[in-house]
């Protein structure tokens, strides 16, 4: 009777460890899978969110560059359309390379359809730049800038509109990843404390277990004395 005692109480110890390896190993499985979505959400931070963020205000840039340059031909002295069109033209190259950069990067929807739509209002911009020289050339400054102020001016800040619209959803979307990055902390934090939290109540059960099997063994033993 004695041996049996022993044996199940041996079995139940056994079979709690098992658990707490099994529960363990479980926890530590779901803990690698929230630091490796954390790691992901900080590599998307930087390399879809910060840099791409960096390449907008570039764009930005160089389009009120390129503002900045025909107002300056158009209202300045010693007007070079020559000059004006190689500006023009490295400008353009810049801002088609950063654009090809930061179509390569993960996108949302609306970040797609935004884009979509300052492709275009970049092309109008081109398109107006163009329009201004040819009438500036044959018909003088005073027709490109009539022409300039009608419909030049607001392709350009149609333009930044929308680059500000893409900058706006980038900030959002960073905002929703740092806001995922701290669930997955803590959701790796609670992780942690249910593996102690099992591990205590588990060890306590042993020890009740251990205690209570000592106990029958002395009455046992008391009683084969008797």
């Not at 099992?198 to 029958?216: T, W």
Request: net charge positive; with cysteine.
């Amino acid at each position: 009777m004695k041996i049996a005692y022993t044996i199940k109480q041996k079995t139940k110890i056994a079979t709690l460890l098992f658990a707490v390896m099994a529960c363990t190993i479980l926890i530590r499985i779901l803990e690698d899978k929230s630091v490796e979505s954390m790691n992901r959400s900080f590599v998307s931070l930087y390399q879809d969110r910060l840099i791409p963020a960096t390449d907008l205000f570039y764009i930005a840039e160089h389009v009120y560059a390129k503002k900045y340059a025909l107002d300056g031909f158009l209202y300045g002295a010693g007007a070079d359309g020559a000059a004006l069109k190689r500006e023009f033209s490295q400008l353009n190259s810049r801002i088609d390379a950063l654009l090809h950069k930061y179509e390569r990067t993960f996108l949302v929807k609306s970040e797609q359809a935004n884009l979509l739509a300052l492709k275009e209002q970049l092309g109008t911009v081109k398109h107006a730049e163009q329009l201004v020289m040819l009438r500036t050339a044959a018909d003088g400054l005073a027709a490109g800038r009539l022409l300039h102020e009608t419909s030049g001016r607001e392709a350009s800040k149609n333009a930044m509109d929308q680059l500000n619209e893409l900058i706006r959803i980038q900030t959002q979307v960073g905002a929703e990843l740092i806001d995922d990055s701290a669930f997955m902390a803590s959701r790796s934090k609670f992780y942690s404390v249910l593996q102690i939290t099992l591990a205590v109540f588990i060890g306590v059960f042993i020890v009740a277990i251990i205690s209570a099997s000592n106990v029958v063994n002395i009455r046992s033993d008391k009683f084969n004395l008797n």
